[in-house]
């Protein structure tokens, strides 16, 4: 088994990450970490230096010279060693800050005694200690997008992505996709996802095998991680052009249910600003039409909204009990009123008159309309606001506000506005260059 | 009882009893499921009989 990490500038990480592997429950003659230092600045090499020195044999420092090409390069440097030598019959690709639980090697391994398997991936979690409301954000996305996403596309026989910081792959599937990974994308994960697959090998998640990472701790750093995300996710979708809803015999990328999936995340962006552009218009040719419509949709939204949530928690209870209320507010307090209104219309318009009326205000046909066409375009103006979140963190003396905004807006909306931006940015055609998320070791606690 | 990896120690979990953990977990996934189901049809009675 050979571990590789591709590493610039994580001298705060590094050392409790291999530390760490060293302590996974794997035979140690079976285990070789190759760190590749990206042309490191900081101690980095000195670190790994160290660890080399530790742990003779089974820890190697891969060094670069000239570095900054990205991720898919640095690793391509290590693939090329290792793949030049035959003991190694397969490697596990990790971020220099992820810290594994000790059975969670052993446990992506024992999938690869199946031939048909070519990359197996681990739950990847949110560790950040100490966390704060955005990661805490994440935590429970990650619940969703992994635990229960995953599993789903388990089920389903297809994998969007291998997830960068946690995932094994066989000898032979490495070579299979050409034994290295590709450069052109920043979705590189992706595209070796697609390749392993479209080769006829299967992709598989393990949910038992628990990895930690440190995720983004501001929204300015969540938005440069994840516009880089969305951004490759575009790419992909116009790389693998001849993959979508077309049937082919060794894989099910093409299958209808994996193309819903794909293009629902993809687009929700286009389908929100849609649908409140249809209602904002149906309410100036048939206001009543617009409030039925509206709440056959917010019907829709409440029942996918309490049964995601509800078995998101329940899948991971430990996360769940640090995220509930994160997971509870994910789509923003405005949209969150606007669910309740959708279950309890008699209730809340019954309180809204009542603070109204204490308030002095005389509720008018032109309030309820103004409240109306206010909803409507809530729908897509919540992703200004949650954007509003990022641009305040961004200026000394309204950071204060960021989080209060992201709140308001919502977590589900500020990840939709990420990947609008990622649109305008491949429509523009803007530089990819690759722009890495700084890390600081708090998820060492775990190690 | 084969042990979970090779050279385990005497103290590591067997094979069998791990993936038979692991199969209760995922079983019991179900349960949760049907779980978020009741409660979703609990919101839409309140919605319409409440």
Not at chain 1, 160 to 179: D, F, T
Not at chain 1, 184 to 201: H, I, K, N, P
Not at chain 1, 398 to 408: E, H, K
Not at chain 2, 19 to 48: M, N, P, Q, S
Request: neutral net charge; charged residues 20%; hydrophobic residues 50%.
């Amino acid at each position: 088994m050979a571990v590789l990490i591709p590493a610039w500038n994580e001298h705060a990480v590094i050392g409790a990450s291999i530390d760490r592997l060293m302590r996974l429950e794997y035979p140690r003659d079976s285990l070789r970490i190759f760190v590749v230092d990206d042309a490191s600045t900081d101690a980095t090499p000195d670190v790994i230096q160290a660890k080399a020195a530790q742990y003779p044999g089974n820890v190697f420092h891969l060094r670069r010279e000239k570095g900054g090409e990205g991720k898919a390069a640095t690793l391509n440097h290590g693939l090329g060693i290792i793949l030049a030598d035959d003991w190694m019959q397969a490697v596990l690709i990790m971020d220099a800050d992820v810290i594994y639980e000790p059975s969670s090697l052993r446990m992506m391994s024992r999938h690869l005694a199946d031939p048909v398997v070519g990359a197996v991936m681990a739950y990847i979690k949110e560790g950040s200690t100490p966390g704060n409301y955005l990661t805490r954000f994440i935590g429970y996305e990650y619940i969703t997008a992994q635990a229960a996403a995953r599993r789903g596309q388990d089920v389903l026989g297809v994998i969007a992505c291998l997830a960068g910081g946690a995932q094994l792959h066989s000898r032979e599937n490495i070579e299979a996709v050409g034994g290295r990974i590709d450069t052109s994308t920043l979705a590189e994960d992706t595209v070796t996802t697609f390749r392993t697959q479209r080769a006829g090998r299967k992709v598989v998640f393990e949910p038992h095998a628990t990895v930690w990472a440190e995720e983004p701790g501001s929204v300015v750093g969540l938005w440069k991680q994840r516009l880089r995300w969305a951004r490759g996710n575009v790419h992909v979708t116009r790389m693998f052009r001849g993959v979508w809803f077309r049937h082919q015999g060794n894989n099910r990328l093409g299958s209808i249910s994996f193309g819903l999936l794909w293009f629902c995340v993809l687009l929700l962006p286009v389908f929100m600003i849609l649908a409140s552009a249809s209602l904002v218009t149906l309410f100036f040719v048939d206001n009543r039409l617009a409030f039925v419509a509206f709440h056959i949709l917010w019907l829709t939204a409440v029942i996918t909204y309490i049964f995601i949530t509800s078995f998101a928690l329940l899948i991971d209870p430990e996360t769940g009990r640090r995220t509930w209320f994160q997971a509870a507010l994910f789509p923003g307090v405005v949209n969150v009123v606007i669910l309740a209104t959708a279950i309890l219309p008699g209730v809340l318009s019954w309180l809204g008159h009542r603070m109204l009326t204490a308030a002095g205000v005389q509720l008018t046909t032109g309030w309820v309309h103004g409240l109306e066409l206010f909803t409507y375009i809530w729908l897509a103006a919540c992703m200004g606001v949650a954007y509003l979140g990022k641009v305040a963190e961004s200026h000394r003396f309204t950071r204060v506000l960021s989080p209060a905004l992201v709140y308001v807006g919502g977590y589900g909306p500020l990840l939709c506005a990420i990947t609008t931006a990622a649109y305008i940015q491949e429509f523009r055609g803007a530089d990819r260059h690759w722009d890495k998320t700084e890390k600081s070791g708090k998820v060492a606690a775990h190690a | 009882m084969s042990p979970p990896y090779p050279d385990a120690p005497p103290e590591a979990p067997s094979f069998e009893a791990e993936i038979e953990t692991a199969t209760r977990y995922e079983k019991g996934l179900v349960l949760k499921a049907l779980l978020a189901i009741a409660l979703v049809a609990v919101a839409l009675l309140i919605r319409f009989y409440g």
